[in-house]
């Protein structure tokens, strides 16, 4: 059964997505880890974890699809007359397992951002991890039950970020509510993918929400340079 | 009201010395919100450190070096992600 519903004339746009969705991911990852470096807050190592576990699920992705891309085009020069885009038996492990590891990764990642404006980091996790293994493990059969699990994450970790805006009223929270929105939005359309139309929707949608994160980024870069923060001063 | 860990107060005098760009302890003690104990106590650390520096004027103040400001620059870049994230 197919997983990449990646229509024909979109191959190699949606991994050009993916690289620029695994930069930022990993860019959140490095700026959590310089804060944990300088401060030693365990919430700021938890975060970025959450972003690398996000990150690695992308670059598993981008890997799989580029040998899919490379196998596809080496099926249409080698014969011309049979073009299929299922995956030959020899990739079919690495197939597998990197789209698992994408589903695991992903939802793992999702869950800890979740759950880190929450005071209390603890509780739940055996149970959860045993619902994210088994929505990664069964995405063969039911490709729609991760984008479903990623859509109920979503949907938590956006009302925990409402939270925390209504508290610090600070634009970034917004901006970042923005981004988990829009990749909410994406899942909803991931669910039916199966429309080739849709599926190239989801993914511009993914690139808006990544585009989004990217103006964060250089939003909190720039506002460390010029603004002070106050402490109660 | 939360209570200021060591890096926030040392971010706090580095803030009010790069507001002010040259300024006197004294005005440290009152604008970082600390007791003359306090001051002294960090202020010899951020000597130590070389994040801060006498001036060559003749009265005592003090001014922030580029080491300090680095600092100061990244801290506040790492406050800003804790509050976007609610850390």
Known sequence: MRIVFTPDWFLGHDVLIDVFSFIILFLFFLFSIKGYRLNKNKRLLYLGIGFLLISLAELSVILTKFAIFYDTTLTQSIGGLIITYQVVSSLDIIYYLSFFFNRLFTLAGLYIIYKLPLKKLSGDIILVTYFIIIASFMFHQFYYLYHLTALIFLALIIRNYINVYLKNKLVNTKIFIIAMSLLAISQVMFVFSKISYLYVTSQIIQLISYITLLILIIKITKNGKTKQVKHNL | ?87
């Open chain 2, 1 to 87: 009201m939360e209570r200021r860990n060591k890096l926030n107060i040392i971010y706090d005098i580095l803030g009010v010395i790069q507001k002010r760009g040259e300024i006197k302890k004294t005005h440290i003690m009152y604008q970082a919100n600390l007791s003359h104990n306090q001051m002294k106590l960090y202020l010899d650390e951020l000597y130590k450190k070389k994040f801060i520096e006498n001036t060559d004027s003749e009265k005592p103040l003090i001014k922030i070096t580029k080491k300090g400001m680095d600092f100061f620059k990244q801290y506040a870049q790492v406050l800003e992600f804790e509050k976007t994230f609610g850390l």
